[in-house]
């Protein structure tokens, strides 16, 4: 139980990085879109290089043994996963659509893991679906506040990517990855629809 509120945390950090970038933009330090996307290519490229030490030469190190799962011992773990998302989107779309989609799984995917009883049941209960949905919309207005229907449909996204488990026999598609990805892609689709 407390390595499991270790990880929601750590996941919930994640959301500082959206709060850097709105700092740094709000207090004029110069922290472009583009600058900020390098940032989260590095940050990504580092977690990824973590990942190959870690399952292909043998790096152990105490954090990860704290802050893994145990089906994650032998597979790209994911925290691994949560940073090339970021980046993903972060390179992909704009703030308005990134911030959002980082946001909805830096602290969705923890709160919706704290509602769920299962994790690993292929689609969550009504309940999580819903908090997990309600949140999002939250998280997504101020940035799309212009696209009620890319509010929706980001929260949608994200929902489904959190709430229902792809699996292909051993492979389970991590929802670190799918979260942000799902979210900015469903939002892009709504804004070019029209601002409904």
Known sequence: MADELKRRLVHASGSGLVVLYL???????????????????VLATGAVGLEILRLHFGLEWWLFDRLTREYEQDQFAGYGWYMVSMAVVVVVFGSHIALPAMLMLSLGDPISGALSADSLQRVKDGRTLAGMFVLCVVLATPFLRDYPLAVVAAALGATVADGVTVRRGDFVLDDNLTIPIYAGVAAWIAIQIGPF
């Open 23 to 41: 700092l740094a933009q709000s207090l004029e330090l110069g922290l472009t879109w583009q600058w900020f996307r390098i940032l989260l290519v």
